[in-house]
């Protein structure tokens, strides 16, 4: 669970359209968020890929972004919508990224 209040990235440090994963926990290698942004919109999901619970960057830590539109899943291609984190094909089969609350204020995006 992230703590209401925590810091997770700037608006700006996320690309538009793109991804970033943020480190929430050290000593936890599932212990992070994924941030999207698409036309301004940002959004944030446990980093676990709906269909198998693994991260969702590739192995360079870098999460692909595929056409501008979809998150592609570095383990076994399962797509989701950036805005919504919506299975969009592959194996998620329907499953959608849980989503995290956020709050953006002053450029910060902060866990609520």
């Not at 969702?56 to 399962?78: E, F, P, T, W």
């Amino acid at each position: 669970m992230i703590a209401p209040g925590t810091l997770l990235a700037r608006v700006s440090e996320i690309a538009d359209p793109g991804a970033l994963v943020v480190k929430i926990d050290a000593a936890d290698v599932w212990g992070s968020v994924l941030l999207t942004r698409c036309s301004g919109e940002v959004a944030a999901f446990h980093n676990r890929c709906s269909h198998a619970g693994y991260p969702l960057q590739r192995a360079n830590g870098r999460v692909l972004v595929q056409h501008g539109r979809y998150i592609v899943c570095g383990a076994h291609g399962a797509s989701y919508e950036l805005r919504t984190g919506a299975c969009a094909g592959g194996p998620c089969n329907g499953a959608a990224l849980t989503p995290i609350a956020i709050a953006i204020e002053d450029g910060e995006i902060r866990a609520v």
